[in-house]
């Protein structure tokens, strides 16, 4: 996700979590008792199409790999590779030093990689709140850098993700009269569930202002960017969040189901959700485990939450998970939940569905707007979380059913489908504002 | 040329959410308010209107005939939404130019279902058309015009002058729909055969602002009808024609009303109900050794079972079947058989493609087909429980 309001953790996460509670290894033992019911499948190729014209955008992000926290690492790296390979280029503009995953057709900027140009923040660039709750001084001179950084002759459009940018991309874009093109992850009334760092909602609110298009990754948070935003309606594009097209996971079954959900334990995630339905669910189908894979602030309230209502034995907190523990998890799941409170769009729900697991996403996500295959119930109705999940538990041929669809659901969308989608909002904007230089 | 006017009149009971976490608790499975209300809502736009013109021309043109079936379910949501539109059937009834067809009395797939049932169903849907609109019927019809060899030998065999089926190449060849034929393995039995061309012109393509045709009028369609060579012309579709699949707005009740005064111009051209057409000589047996229906392009049973979803939900109802029997309770039997009605199937198609996905969206009360299996399933499971409790069988833990 985004940078959240509280503290932002600028490095990778934690590689040893402090809730886990199942070693890899045993993950790995419960793999190889599994019954194999499914042959995996090859991922398709992916088609590239290669532009026109060839683009040169300045991206101001925030994380990119090796170092990722959530879905705006994952949206900003996927989005650069499928530039590049339809032939734009990208200078990518990012507070954190590297090294960065090698990208080819990608340039990366930060804080002292260029010293004689700009000011260079001073200390660490963490993004930490003052004691009035205003953004430390190093996130201002951090956007003061972003201003003063000199631009190619050649570049289009600066493309900025995000809140934490905003400040310094709408100056230089100004600045060099070049258009700028803001995408909304999600906005700090949903990180803060109602109470905003009225700091960050300024710096948010000052970019969709700046922008000359907004995109949206779904119509969901298009409404809010109208209604509590004003963005006026014409200059908001969506374009959803995709899924890399990974080989089909061998489905297994087993007597004894796992229910999982595999995200930051977070207040707006709703996993408080997932337990009190997972209490609904055991009387009818006693013998399922339900997994909360995922670290953060609400686990040692869901941890008591489990205790309460009587069900800790059928829950297993298993801490943040390494890539192939998702893998492990994902292939053994027969049911992923996503129920968040918001969710502006949910790439782990597409991350479960492309593996073939069936899925259950609160109405509010994007990823319901892009496929009926999905269950998509309200957040808030804990009886019918639990029906979904046990319907799938019990209905074999449902679960069957729906594992297909989910897939074919989640290889529609991919990430070049979505970066040529990115590259028509440019467009849109690139040859008027040329115009008016 | 005779024309066999034939319409289907049909609601079925639709489900209420019936949660998993509703198992046990004794809540209803169907929603009787929410099926009375869209009830009410089609007989305002086209049940009373429809039948108005329907029995206005029947007043003013003394050779018009036209033939109706009415399922059960029709019958009991109409007696408690409005009965005013069974008053209108019972006035067509009288007149006794309106023949009434014998079905199952749930618009079931009984018949793929181990016998007594269908004998059962059409057995209950005969008293009750007698009882409504003292009537007895002589032709047969099943479900979705569902026909075949084995169908015809049984309606023979009960008894029947006669059945419905579609008019498809597939099984016609080079041979006319707009003829009599008769059963392969039932020679007594005559076969009125659907011209789903010209049906389908009203059925489906009245209102298409794209056809090369539209605007279709009365007048240019009962041209259409004397131009066509054959002795018996069947125009089988859905009452909803009238009114509901296309908006009053199109002109289709227009329509309605102008078709028996341009029929009547036609001096080639008279009508018979499908008792009389079944008088018709038989130009010999027309073999069918597979279901065919009228649905969709593969005119087969693939919209009720044609995947997975379909087929695990029909084959758990009709294991429960001897159990709704054995349960002794008749309420259960009945439920038992309202989940049998063959539009719960329908709600669980899954083809995405084609032109065919538009019709069955247009028909279901569901966000989609898994919602669709997901409470279906779990209201049959409920009604197992019950079900197992009354026959006095312990329910497995």
Redesign the interface.
Known sequence: MAPAGEVARPSAPPRKSRVKSVSRAELEAIGRTLVWVRPASEAPPEPVHVASRRLHIVMVGWEYPPHISGGLGVHCYELCKELTRMGHRVTFVTPFSGPFLETPGVTFRFPGSAPREGTPPPGSYNVVLGPEGQVADSLASYNDWVAALPLAKDVDAIHVHDWFGTVGAASAARRHHVPLVMTVHSTEYDRSLGFPNLAILEMERHGVAAAHRVISVSGHLKKQLIERFHVPPDRIRVVYNAVRPTARLERLVRPDPIVLYLGRLAAMKGVDTFLRAAA?VLP?VPDATFVVAGDGPEFPRLLTLAAHLGIADHVLFLGWVTDDERTILLGRASVYVLPSVVEPFGISALEAMVAGVPTIVSKTSGVAEIT??V??VDFWDI??F???I??LL??P??R???SD?VREAALNATWAERARQTVSVYLEVVAPVAAER | MKLVFYMHMHQPWRLARFRYVDLGSGRPYVDHERNLAIFRRIAERCYRPALGRLLDALDRFPEFRFSLSVTGTFLEQARLAAPDVLGLLKRAAATGRVAFLAETYYHSLSFLLPPPELTEEINLHVSALHDEFDVKPSMLRMTELAYSDELGYFAERHGFKGMLAEGWEATLGDRSPNEVYSGARAPNLKLLLRNYRLSDDVGFRFSARGWSEYPLTAEKYARWLAATPGRVLGLFMDFETFGEHHDVSTGILDFLAALPRFVDRETTLSWATVDEAASEPAQGPLAVPTTMTWADQNRDLGAWLGNDLQRSAFEAAKKMGSLARRSGDPEILTTWRRLMTSDHFYYMYLGAHGADMGVHQYFSSYGSPYDAYANYMNALTDLRRRALEAAGVRAPA
């Open positions: 609904r009818f009926e295959s269950f998509a009886d019918e639990a029906s979904r046990a319907e019990t209905y041929s449902l069957n059913v729906m669809a």
